[in-house]
């Protein structure tokens, strides 16, 4: 299915580099060359908007198929890397909630401490979706490095301990494991 496939880069100003180049790339469905094309910028809530105004999230490709291109007529994604597709709330806010987490605390009391702009539901509904998707991710992870010795019990845990620890340079490793394995986090 044309949606699943999904690309990631680091920032705004990549993106538009990615965007400049397309003719010179390949499309990742059909292999067609120069048949490329920017199709639409991808919109979404801003989180850190107090009046529910809309950021950009990626952009649109769309491999042509008109004419002789050969093109597939598929589109796919590029999204920036902090963007969780699907999700409001970005990379850097499910970073910090599961760094409270790690931390010891509650997840009412991460919430409450990071004042951010969700109901507490949602965020309980944020780490079920995390948990249930921790089997993919876990083994992305072991592929490139095996995790690392944890005191923590629960597999959501062990498993920010290992994005730490393959990503310790990082402010946000979550963005930063889109960004790697070109995969989102959360589907």
Partial sequence: MANSLRHFVGSLEELADYVLGLKQLRCPECGAAETLNCHSKLYGN?????????????????????????????SFSIFLAEVLPRHTVRAGGLWSLLERLLAGGSLKAAAQALKLPFALESLYHLRQRTRRRLTVMRAVL?????????????ALLQTVEHLRCLFPQSGCPAAEYQLHFQRPLLE
Avoid: N
């Avoid at 850190?48 to 597939?72: E, F, K, L, M, P």
């Fill in 46 to 74: 801003d989180p850190a908007s107090r009046t529910g105004g809309q950021a950009q999230r990626g952009q649109r490709v769309w491999c042509c198929d008109r004419g002789r291109r050969g093109g597939c007529g598929r």
């Fill in 142 to 154: 072991c592929r490139r490095q095996p995790p690392p010795a944890s005191s923590q019990a629960e």
